[in-house]
Nanobody, 115 residues
Framework: VQLQAFGGGLVQAGGSLRLSCAAS????????MGWYRQTPRKERELIAS???????TYAGSVEGRFVISRHDARKTEYLDMAGLTVDDTAVYYC??????????WGQGTQVTVSS
């Protein structure tokens, strides 16, 4: 299983971005999917997750601004981010948990929010 994340970049405060993460490979079934982020000053933290039944949970710091979704046929998850602030600047990592092979991480995509 390999994960490829897309969509990071530079955005002004108040702007929006969409991150995507596509899983490739065969013979696996995805259970939970999630997005984490990490900065040099903070450990990697879970900010959004979505279950196989599409039940989503969010960290308090992003709730109401970020929306996680998934498209199982495409083996893809998305993170729609709005109302971005400089505190959202981080490397964002996607994560999937499979039923047979454990969990996998994407390579990380940089999101930089300018003031």
């Amino acid at each position: 299983v390999q994960l490829q994340a897309f969509g990071g970049g530079l955005v002004q405060a108040g702007g929006s971005l969409r991150l995507s993460c596509a899983a490739s490979g065969s013979g696996f079934s995805i259970n939970d999917m999630g997005w984490y982020r990490q900065t040099p000053r903070k450990e990697r933290e879970l900010i959004a997750s979505i279950s196989k039944s599409s039940s989503a949970t969010y960290a308090g710091s992003v709730e109401g601004r970020f929306v996680i979704s998934r498209h199982d046929a495409r083996k893809t998850e998305y993170l729609d981010m709005a109302g971005l602030t400089v505190d959202d600047t981080a490397v964002y990592y996607c994560n999937v948990k499979t039923l047979r092979f454990g969990e996998f991480w994407g390579q990380g995509t940089q999101v930089t929010v300018s003031s």
